[in-house]
Structures are given as C-alpha cells and as structure tokens.
C-alpha cells in the first residue's frame, strides 16, 4: 500500500503540466485524487485515465477559477464524490507576460482571481471538509523571490500574495496539526513554457544554465517534493517556502 493509502486529495489545475504531474504522484502514492480542471474536460479524463492505469483512483471536477462563487461550485461537486479531504494542492493558476505599461485592469483582475482569490476561498470553505493532520500545498514560483523576469510583474505578485497566504495560514491551522507550506518551481518543461523554450534556438541552453545543476526542471521534480510535504515525513515542515527552482535562486 502507498504512504498516502486511505486519504484523499484534491489538485486544482490537474489536467495538464505541473497539475497533472502532482495528481498522477499522489495517484501513485494510494492517494484518491480530485482532478480539478477549469476548460479541458478531455485533458483531466487524461489524468484520471494515467492514476487509473497505475492502479490508483481519481476522479474530475470541473469548474471554471476566477468567477464569483467558483469556490462554493467546486466544493459543490467536490461533495458528490467524496466525504472529506485530506490534502489540498492550489495549483491552478494564469500568467501574466505583460509589462506594467501594458497591463490592464481587467487582465490584472483576472490573474489575482484565479491566483490569489480563488486559493484563498477554497481554502476558505474546505476548512469544514479537510481533516485534522491534513495538508495544504500552494504551488508558487522563484518569480516571487527574484526579479529575473520583470515583465511576469503582475504574476510575481500573486505569487508573493500566495506565499503569505501559505505562511498565515499555517499559524491558524497548526492547532489541527493541518501544514500549510509554499512549493516554488522555475523553469518546468510544460505546455505552458514551449513557447518560452522554443522561442530561439539557445533558449532551451539558457533556461538550462540559470539552474545551478545545468537542466530544464521535469514535473515530476516538483511532484516528488509535494509529495513528500503531502506525506507524513514532511509532517514537521509547515509555514516553508521550499525553492524547487533547481538552484536557479542561488
């Protein structure tokens, strides 16, 4: 039996890259996985199909982030399928690539929405649902500590939003032995940063050398690392910003 067997987690943003490479871990693990998905009905059936076919269970929730009441909506349908939550990953999340001067309200708005607002809330209403000794992980990024990237300005900021959510919250939970950390990846190999890799011929080579160990990051080595805070050896880190960026912060 896996370290996770008996508890169920739920994963927003898992049908594809960062999201789908944690919920498939956490699959593996014993875990019952929540595959939440906001558009792509086909790509989270995907992902429950792969923790399927690795001998775990899942199952797709689809509601759309960022919208008035999207939180009550998804503990809505969360509720048809399972009885109480063990593990929260907010994951899901949208990027911002547009410098400050080009920047408007609106796409401001939406990208604190779905990145801040939306994590905040569903954390918010599954406090009654998630069980004492639970996990709660907010995928970040090294864009909040650093300002290699100065048009992801808006983006970093929901980051830094998250990161404090993540540190507060693990005072309030900490009475209900409840972690609450943040995971902050760099550079990760996904359909949401072809365009960054493959936009010059060396652009893989330099996404590559700002990592102290020479590589683009894969999914999985985020997945392992919220995986390990998920089970019970990361049971005595809690109110942490963990750097996945493979060194690219150092």
Known sequence: MGVLAGRTALVTGASRGIGRGIAERLGRDGARVAVHYGRNEAAAKETVAAIEAAGGSAFT???????PGDAEALWKEFDRHADGLDILVNNAGIGSARPIGEIDEKEYDRVFAVNVKAPFFLVKHGLPRLRDGGRVINISSGLARTAAMPDNVAYAMTKGALDLLSRDLSKVLGPRNITVNSVAPGIIATDNTYELLHRSEGAWADAAALSALGRVGETADVADVVAF??????????????????????
Request: glycine share 20%.
């Open 61 to 67: 929730i689809g509601v759309e982030l960022g919208l």
């Open 229 to 250: 805070l998920a089970s019970d050896a990361g049971r005595w880190v809690t109110g942490s910003w963990v750097d996945v960026t493979g060194g690219s912060l150092t």
